[in-house]
């Protein structure tokens, strides 16, 4: 099992659209976690990162499920500029290295 | 400005030989990190270092090596050993458990 799981999509949807993403991990003891967007050819950057309460960021909002163990971002009212791909990026322990999933590919059309 | 610096954007390689991709930040982060991308695919680790004169292996390390001589510094060498370098290859530093920051990679080709 990889340490951490994404549907690589592609997602395509309309403008104004609700879609949502979800990655699983697989270590439980993990410390913390993110989500990244990174354009065609370009770094990634981060979106958010994701608290234990969950948190919400204008149309994005991120959640996490400790007890299945994974994370989920939504995005609200899709807008052309959100077609990029999503990272999901978690931590395994105090430091150390971050684990990044394989990416989810979102398109929104018009 | 604050921030970390890759360079260069774009390097050819020919067979055989070993490369140097440079990697330095500004923003007094501890880790570093080097990862690995090929088209359409996730970022793959390299290697990293969370202190000065440390550095462990990631998933991906067979045919590469690192230094962190100085705190700024995380120079990544490919070297003839790696059968299949062409790649889009991103650094990255953090403090603590907070989020990562980028570079903006280079493109390495063997030609």
């Known amino acids: 099992r990889k340490e951490v799981e994404q549907d690589p999509g592609p997602f395509n949807v309309p403008e104004g659209a609700t879609v949502a993403f979800n990655c699983t991990y697989s270590?439980?003891?993990?410390?913390?976690f993110f989500w990244y967007r990174q354009d065609c050819r370009k770094e990634p950057k981060l979106l958010m990162s994701?608290?234990?309460s969950g948190n919400e960021d204008g149309r994005f909002t991120a959640q996490l499920n400790r007890a299945s163990q994974y994370i989920s971002l939504l995005i609200r009212d899709s807008k052309l500029s959100d077609s990029a791909t999503y990272l999901c990026?978690?931590?395994?322990?105090?430091?150390?290295?971050?684990?990044f999933g394989q990416g989810t590919e979102l398109s929104v059309k018009p | 400005d604050g921030g970390i610096t890759q360079s260069p954007k774009y390097l050819f390689r020919k067979e055989g030989q070993n490369v140097t991709l440079s990697c330095e930040q500004n923003?007094?982060?501890?880790?570093m990190y080097w990862y690995r991308q090929d088209p359409g695919q996730g970022l793959r680790l390299i290697y990293y270092s969370q202190i000065v004169n440390d550095f462990q292996k990631g998933d991906i390390a067979e045919g590469y090596s690192v230094s962190r001589e100085k705190k700024e510094s995380f120079p990544l060498t490919v070297t003839s050993a790696q059968k299949n370098p062409t790649a889009f290859y991103l650094c990255?530093?953090?403090?603590?458990?907070?989020?990562?920051?980028f570079g903006q990679g280079t493109r390495l080709t063997v030609v």
């Open positions: 990026v978690v931590n395994p322990y105090q430091g150390g290295k971050l684990i």
């Open positions: 994701v608290y234990s």
């Open positions: 270590n439980s003891a993990s410390q913390s």
């Open positions: 990255a530093s953090r403090f603590g458990n907070t989020e990562a920051f």
């Open positions: 923003l007094n982060h501890d880790a």
